[in-house]
Protein backbone atom coordinates (compact mmCIF):
# COMPACT_ATOMS: atom_id res chain seq x y z
CA UNK A 1 0.00 0.00 0.00
CA UNK A 2 2.71 2.40 1.07
CA UNK A 3 4.19 1.24 -2.82
CA UNK A 4 1.44 3.00 -4.24
CA UNK A 5 0.96 6.06 -1.62
CA UNK A 6 5.38 7.00 -2.89
CA UNK A 7 3.98 6.51 -6.24
CA UNK A 8 1.10 9.38 -5.97
CA UNK A 9 3.40 11.50 -4.54
CA UNK A 10 6.05 10.92 -6.89
CA UNK A 11 3.12 11.58 -9.74
CA UNK A 12 2.14 14.84 -7.61
CA UNK A 13 5.52 16.19 -7.57
CA UNK A 14 6.26 15.56 -11.33
CA UNK A 15 3.11 17.21 -12.15
CA UNK A 16 4.30 20.78 -9.79
CA UNK A 17 7.62 20.51 -12.20
CA UNK A 18 7.38 22.78 -14.94
CA UNK A 19 9.47 20.65 -16.55
CA UNK A 20 7.14 17.84 -16.20
CA UNK A 21 4.15 20.09 -17.70
CA UNK A 22 7.28 21.76 -20.81
CA UNK A 23 7.67 17.80 -21.43
CA UNK A 24 3.64 16.72 -21.95
CA UNK A 25 3.03 19.92 -24.48
CA UNK A 26 5.80 19.75 -26.71
CA UNK A 27 5.85 16.05 -26.86
CA UNK A 28 2.05 15.62 -27.63
CA UNK A 29 2.96 18.99 -29.98
CA UNK A 30 5.41 16.85 -32.10
CA UNK A 31 2.95 13.34 -31.86
CA UNK A 32 0.04 15.83 -33.14
CA UNK A 33 2.95 16.72 -36.53
CA UNK A 34 3.61 13.49 -36.95
CA UNK A 35 0.06 11.99 -36.94
CA UNK A 36 -1.39 14.39 -39.22
CA UNK A 37 1.66 13.99 -41.23
CA UNK A 38 1.21 10.25 -41.38
CA UNK A 39 -2.71 10.97 -42.25
CA UNK A 40 -1.55 12.89 -44.87
CA UNK A 41 0.31 10.15 -46.81
CA UNK A 42 -2.14 8.14 -46.41
CA UNK A 43 -4.90 10.17 -47.90
CA UNK A 44 -2.36 10.90 -50.39
CA UNK A 45 -1.82 6.95 -51.59
CA UNK A 46 -5.11 5.89 -50.48
CA UNK A 47 -6.13 5.66 -54.55
CA UNK A 48 -3.11 3.39 -55.37
CA UNK A 49 -3.45 1.60 -52.24
CA UNK A 50 -7.41 0.56 -53.07
CA UNK A 51 -6.54 -1.48 -56.10
CA UNK A 52 -4.27 -3.58 -54.23
CA UNK A 53 -5.63 -7.04 -53.40
CA UNK A 54 -3.31 -6.90 -49.68
CA UNK A 55 -3.26 -2.88 -49.11
CA UNK A 56 -1.93 -1.94 -45.83
CA UNK A 57 -4.59 -0.46 -43.68
CA UNK A 58 -4.68 2.63 -42.06
CA UNK A 59 -2.82 1.13 -39.29
CA UNK A 60 0.21 0.18 -40.78
CA UNK A 61 0.37 3.56 -42.42
CA UNK A 62 -0.33 6.09 -39.37
CA UNK A 63 -0.44 4.25 -36.11
CA UNK A 64 2.61 1.89 -36.35
CA UNK A 65 4.57 4.97 -37.76
CA UNK A 66 3.64 7.43 -35.44
CA UNK A 67 4.75 4.44 -32.50
CA UNK A 68 7.93 3.76 -34.14
CA UNK A 69 8.65 7.57 -34.02
CA UNK A 70 7.76 8.09 -30.61
CA UNK A 71 9.95 5.90 -29.29
CA UNK A 72 12.66 7.89 -30.77
CA UNK A 73 11.00 11.22 -28.83
CA UNK A 74 10.73 9.03 -25.75
CA UNK A 75 14.27 7.66 -25.66
CA UNK A 76 15.28 11.62 -25.84
CA UNK A 77 12.76 12.69 -23.12
CA UNK A 78 12.85 9.75 -20.18
CA UNK A 79 16.26 10.69 -19.29
CA UNK A 80 15.49 14.26 -18.23
CA UNK A 81 12.68 12.66 -16.54
CA UNK A 82 14.80 10.12 -14.49
CA UNK A 83 17.44 12.06 -13.89
CA UNK A 84 16.37 13.54 -10.71
CA UNK A 85 14.40 10.56 -9.28
CA UNK A 86 17.21 10.11 -6.71
CA UNK A 87 20.61 11.67 -7.69
CA UNK A 88 18.40 14.89 -6.99
CA UNK A 89 17.23 13.80 -3.64
CA UNK A 90 20.95 13.30 -3.06
CA UNK A 91 21.92 16.07 -3.87
CA UNK A 92 19.51 18.54 -1.89
CA UNK A 93 20.28 16.28 1.39
CA UNK A 94 16.54 14.65 1.28
CA UNK A 95 17.85 11.54 0.61
CA UNK A 96 19.04 10.71 4.80
CA UNK A 97 14.85 11.76 5.46
CA UNK A 98 13.91 9.14 3.28
CA UNK A 99 15.98 6.69 4.16
CA UNK A 100 14.93 7.29 8.10
CA UNK A 101 11.35 6.69 6.98
CA UNK A 102 9.38 3.40 8.04
CA UNK A 103 9.97 2.16 4.77
CA UNK A 104 11.90 -0.78 2.66
CA UNK A 105 14.60 0.18 -0.24
CA UNK A 106 12.12 -2.24 -2.60
CA UNK A 107 8.77 0.39 -1.54
CA UNK A 108 10.90 3.26 -2.57
CA UNK A 109 12.26 2.26 -5.31
CA UNK A 110 9.27 0.79 -6.73
CA UNK A 111 7.29 3.97 -5.82
CA UNK A 112 9.40 6.45 -7.19
CA UNK A 113 9.18 3.82 -10.83
CA UNK A 114 5.68 3.70 -10.33
CA UNK A 115 5.27 7.00 -10.03
CA UNK A 116 7.38 8.10 -13.22
CA UNK A 117 5.63 5.15 -14.92
CA UNK A 118 2.18 6.94 -14.28
CA UNK A 119 3.39 9.81 -16.08
CA UNK A 120 4.46 8.07 -19.27
CA UNK A 121 1.59 6.15 -19.31
CA UNK A 122 -0.12 9.21 -19.31
CA UNK A 123 1.39 10.74 -22.30
CA UNK A 124 1.34 7.24 -24.05
CA UNK A 125 -2.56 7.21 -23.52
CA UNK A 126 -2.81 10.86 -25.27
CA UNK A 127 -0.91 9.60 -27.88
CA UNK A 128 -3.11 6.76 -28.20
CA UNK A 129 -6.48 8.97 -29.02
CA UNK A 130 -4.61 10.22 -32.17
CA UNK A 131 -5.02 6.62 -34.13
CA UNK A 132 -8.27 6.25 -32.01
CA UNK A 133 -9.90 8.96 -33.47
CA UNK A 134 -9.73 7.77 -37.12
CA UNK A 135 -12.59 5.53 -36.31
CA UNK A 136 -15.15 8.45 -37.19
CA UNK A 137 -14.00 7.95 -40.89
CA UNK A 138 -12.78 4.71 -40.93
CA UNK A 139 -11.46 0.98 -39.59
CA UNK A 140 -8.22 -0.21 -37.33
CA UNK A 141 -6.88 -3.38 -36.81
CA UNK A 142 -7.03 -3.46 -33.04
CA UNK A 143 -5.19 -6.57 -32.40
CA UNK A 144 -2.18 -4.42 -34.71
CA UNK A 145 -2.53 -1.48 -32.62
CA UNK A 146 -2.70 -3.62 -29.25
CA UNK A 147 0.72 -5.13 -29.74
CA UNK A 148 2.38 -1.25 -30.83
CA UNK A 149 0.93 0.17 -27.72
CA UNK A 150 2.23 -2.68 -25.44
CA UNK A 151 5.30 -2.86 -27.56
CA UNK A 152 5.56 1.31 -26.39
CA UNK A 153 4.53 0.41 -22.84
CA UNK A 154 7.06 -2.07 -22.24
CA UNK A 155 9.97 0.03 -23.84
CA UNK A 156 9.28 2.88 -22.07
CA UNK A 157 8.98 0.99 -18.93
CA UNK A 158 12.21 -0.45 -19.70
CA UNK A 159 13.68 3.51 -20.14
CA UNK A 160 12.34 4.47 -17.01
CA UNK A 161 13.95 1.39 -14.98
CA UNK A 162 17.31 2.14 -17.04
CA UNK A 163 17.14 5.80 -16.10
CA UNK A 164 16.58 5.70 -12.42
CA UNK A 165 19.32 3.15 -11.83
CA UNK A 166 21.30 5.70 -13.16
CA UNK A 167 20.51 8.38 -10.84
CA UNK A 168 21.24 6.30 -8.00
CA UNK A 169 24.53 6.33 -9.22
CA UNK A 170 25.00 10.24 -8.96
CA UNK A 171 24.35 13.61 -7.33
CA UNK A 172 24.61 15.14 -10.90
CA UNK A 173 21.32 15.37 -12.21
CA UNK A 174 23.22 16.01 -16.01
CA UNK A 175 25.80 12.99 -15.38
CA UNK A 176 22.33 10.59 -15.14
CA UNK A 177 20.29 12.20 -17.71
CA UNK A 178 24.19 11.98 -20.14
CA UNK A 179 24.56 8.53 -18.73
CA UNK A 180 20.88 7.24 -19.13
CA UNK A 181 21.06 8.32 -22.58
CA UNK A 182 24.18 6.73 -23.43
CA UNK A 183 23.24 3.56 -22.34
CA UNK A 184 19.43 3.35 -23.80
CA UNK A 185 21.18 4.51 -27.02
CA UNK A 186 23.66 1.85 -27.03
CA UNK A 187 20.87 -0.64 -26.31
CA UNK A 188 19.20 1.04 -28.94
CA UNK A 189 21.79 0.35 -31.67
CA UNK A 190 23.83 -2.56 -30.40
CA UNK A 191 22.21 -5.20 -33.11
CA UNK A 192 24.31 -3.04 -35.78
CA UNK A 193 27.47 -4.51 -34.47
CA UNK A 194 26.06 -7.99 -35.59
CA UNK A 195 24.49 -6.63 -38.66
CA UNK A 196 27.44 -5.80 -39.59
CA UNK A 197 29.02 -9.41 -40.34
CA UNK A 198 31.98 -8.89 -38.40
CA UNK A 199 31.14 -10.99 -35.59
CA UNK A 200 31.80 -14.42 -35.30
CA UNK A 201 28.09 -16.74 -36.00
CA UNK A 202 26.17 -16.72 -32.60
CA UNK A 203 27.45 -13.37 -32.02
CA UNK A 204 24.87 -11.52 -34.05
CA UNK A 205 22.52 -13.38 -32.61
CA UNK A 206 23.38 -12.43 -28.79
CA UNK A 207 23.66 -8.41 -29.97
CA UNK A 208 20.11 -8.76 -31.65
CA UNK A 209 18.77 -10.26 -28.72
CA UNK A 210 20.07 -7.53 -26.42
CA UNK A 211 18.54 -4.65 -28.66
CA UNK A 212 15.36 -2.90 -27.12
CA UNK A 213 14.85 -1.71 -30.87
CA UNK A 214 14.55 -5.01 -32.78
CA UNK A 215 12.06 -6.75 -29.89
CA UNK A 216 9.70 -3.22 -29.69
CA UNK A 217 9.90 -4.17 -34.06
CA UNK A 218 8.71 -7.59 -33.37
CA UNK A 219 5.88 -6.13 -31.53
CA UNK A 220 4.97 -3.15 -33.75
CA UNK A 221 4.32 -6.02 -36.99
CA UNK A 222 1.78 -7.65 -34.46
CA UNK A 223 3.78 -10.53 -33.36
CA UNK A 224 3.09 -11.09 -29.80
CA UNK A 225 6.34 -13.35 -28.99
CA UNK A 226 6.81 -14.49 -25.14
CA UNK A 227 10.04 -13.96 -25.84
CA UNK A 228 10.05 -9.88 -26.53
CA UNK A 229 7.64 -9.53 -23.40
CA UNK A 230 10.01 -11.77 -21.25
CA UNK A 231 13.13 -9.24 -22.90
CA UNK A 232 11.47 -5.99 -21.47
CA UNK A 233 10.47 -7.84 -18.05
CA UNK A 234 13.78 -8.83 -17.57
CA UNK A 235 15.51 -5.48 -18.41
CA UNK A 236 13.13 -3.99 -15.92
CA UNK A 237 14.03 -6.65 -12.95
CA UNK A 238 17.63 -6.44 -13.48
CA UNK A 239 17.75 -2.68 -13.09
CA UNK A 240 15.18 -2.10 -10.30
CA UNK A 241 17.04 -4.76 -8.61
CA UNK A 242 20.41 -2.49 -9.38
CA UNK A 243 18.65 0.78 -7.66
CA UNK A 244 17.74 -1.34 -4.69
CA UNK A 245 21.20 -2.70 -4.31
CA UNK A 246 22.62 0.45 -4.68
CA UNK A 247 20.82 2.61 -2.55
CA UNK A 248 20.97 0.15 0.11
CA UNK A 249 24.72 0.54 0.02
CA UNK A 250 23.90 4.12 0.79
CA UNK A 251 21.36 3.35 3.92
CA UNK A 252 24.04 1.14 5.55
CA UNK A 253 26.35 2.85 8.01
CA UNK A 254 29.94 3.02 6.67
Known sequence: MMVFTLALHELRRLFLSPLAWATLAVTQILFGY??????????????????????????????????????????????????????????????????????????????????TLAFFIIMTLLLALMPLSLLLGGTLDFGLLATGLLGLVLLIASFIAIGLFLSSLTQQTTVAAIGSFGVLLLLWIIDWAGNSGILKEGGDEVFSYLSLFRHYQTLLEGQFNSSDIIYYLLIIITFLVLSIRRLDADRLPH
Do not use: H, W
Request: without cysteine; aromatic residues 10%.
Open 34 to 115: MFFTQVAYFLQFQPRLMGLPEAPGITEIVALPLFQNAAVIMLLIVPLMTMRLVADERRSRTLALLFSAPLSMTEIVLGKYLG
